[in-house]
Each structure stands twice: as structure tokens, then as C-alpha cells.
């Protein structure tokens, strides 16, 4: 229905959109009446493409898949570039692409696992930012980074993650603070568990994957993991609702940080 169209013709870039909390972004925003240019790497492709016949036939709102590589600064400008010529304008850009790693100790992580590790989580949102910026500043649009609950709790044998969702929410201030001048907002979302196919992956790798699937929905106050649909939806309010909110972190967490738990490390 028109009524329910919260983001009619506004243009919407997101990264890493063919899955996860990304696809859940990409498809709210089309729902609500956007144009949505949503990338990801090569090995997506089938994917991308798959995704974006779909929601083309269903509309109201439309998008265009993009393939991508986020480590490559070419490929970034090419993103926006892309955009640009289709639609003539940027209104939101959401920095959702990144990658969590097996659980791995301090002691056993290289240095060159965690640069890469920054290269994709962390300078992949700068630079796309970067060259997305003279175009949202026209429209006095708006951006969205994926942080990370953890960011602000900490998690076992993560650090190199944990600093990158750390940075991402810090990077998020400062920008608000740089691009208030120009009625630009910033903002970050920090998720709790989102059941999505990495969480799934991840937890097929452990001794066994259903008690660690329990153990994600348990971690929650609400006694459930986060949906795909209701990280879209806070994206959404954040871009076409939150209108006073400049630098915020919304923790879409489910009350994931509060309260006691059995968190002793001690044997």
C-alpha cells in the first residue's frame, strides 16, 4: 500500500546485500519504495542477481545488483559511480559488508589476518563513505554503519573483530561530528544475535551446532536471536524516521547486555 511506503524514489546504496542483515536492509527499503544499488563480491553473483529478480517483481521500490570487491578501492568508486549514472543522486548509504572469522585466541591470530580483517570490516566503510559523500551532502542524506553489539560488551577470542566493530562505532561519531556542517547524518547499529547464514556457518563448525544455536537465542533477553526483516527495520527508521538522530548506536539486541550472567572465565 502507498500509505506504508516509507522511502518512496529515494536512492539507497548498501554493501554486502545478497544475505544476512544486508538482504534483510536491501529488501525493506524496496518494500518501502526505494532504489536500492546492493553489491557484493564476485562469488555472489547468482545470488545478487537472484535477489534482485525477486523484488523487482514484487516491488513497489526497485533495485540493481552490483558485484564488487570492498577490498578494492576501484571497485568502491566504481560502486558509486554506477549509482550515480543510474539515478542521478545518493540518500543513504549503508555500510554492511564485513566478515567474522572463526573464534580464534590472541595468540594464534596473525598480523596479517587482522590487517585484512580492517581492510574489509573497517576501511571498506571509510572509503565508501569517502566517495559517497559529495553526493549525500547534496541531498543531505544519510549513513548507516553495521557496528556490532560486541563493540561495546566484548567477546571471547574475537579481538581482531571486536576492534573493528570498536572502530566502526567510534568512526561513526567522529563523521557525524565532520558532516553536521553539510545536514548529513551518521549513525550505527550494533546487533546482538541475528540468525543469518554466517551465524548458522559458524555454528555448524562447533562440537554441536543446535546447543550453540540455543546458546545464541538464550544470550537474549527476549529468549530469541534477531530476524533479517527487523535489522532492515531499523536501518529504515534510521533513515527515514530518526530524523533529530545524528551519531547514535542503536543496539538492536534484544537486551543482550543487560542483566547478570555466568560469565566467569575462571577454571
Not at 96 to 108: I, L, M, R, V
Not at 236 to 256: E, K, N, P, V
Request: some cysteine; glycine content about 8%; charged content about 20%.
Amino acid at each position: 500500500m502507498a500509505c506504508a511506503q516509507r522511502y518512496v524514489n529515494k536512492v539507497v546504496i548498501v554493501t554486502g546485500g545478497t544475505r544476512g542483515i544486508g538482504r534483510g536492509i536491501v529488501k525493506v527499503f524496496v518494500q518501502n519504495g526505494a532504489k536500492v544499488v546492493f553489491c557484493a563480491q564476485e562469488t555472489e553473483l547468482s545470488a545478487g542477481q537472484s535477489l534482485e529478480s525477486v523484488l523487482n517483481e514484487e516491488g513497489p521500490g526497485s533495485c540493481t545488483f552490483v558485484s564488487c570487491d570492498l577490498t578494492k578501492e576501484d571497485d568502491i568508486k566504481r560502486l558509486i559511480n554506477v549509482t550515480m549514472e543510474r539515478f542521478g543522486q545518493i540518500d543513504c548509504l549503508v555500510n554492511n559488508a564485513g566478515w567474522h572469522p572463526p573464534h580464534k585466541t590472541t595468540d594464534e591470530t596473525t598480523a596479517e589476518e587482522f590487517r585484512d580483517l580492517l581492510n574489509l570490516n573497517l576501511i571498506s566503510y571509510f572509503l565508501t563513505s569517502k566517495y559517497a559523500l559529495p553526493y549525500l551532502r547534496k541531498t543531505q542524506g544519510n549513513i548507516i554503519n553495521l557496528s556490532s553489539l560486541v563493540a561495546s560488551i566484548g567477546q571471547k577470542d574475537a579481538a581482531p573483530y571486536v576492534a573493528t566493530k570498536g572502530a566502526i562505532t567510534a568512526m561513526t561519531k567522529a563523521m557525524a561530528v565532520d558532516e553536521s556542517r553539510y545536514q548529513v547524518r551518521v549513525n550505527c547499529i550494533s546487533p546482538s544475535n541475528i540468525m543469518t547464514p554466517l551465524w548458522k556457518e559458524l555454528a555448524g563448525r562447533t562440537e554441536d551446532a543446535a546447543a550453540t544455536i540455543k546458546g545464541g537465542e538464550n544470550a537474549q533477553l527476549i529468549g530469541r536471536m534477531g530476524t533479517e526483516t527487523e535489522s532492515g527495520l531499523a536501518a529504515l527508521f534510521l533513515a527515514a524516521d530518526a530524523t533529530f538522530c545524528t551519531g547514535i548506536d542503536l543496539f538492536l539486541s534484544g537486551g543482550a547486555e543487560l542483566n547478570y550472567g555466568f560469565k566467569s572465565q575462571i577454571p
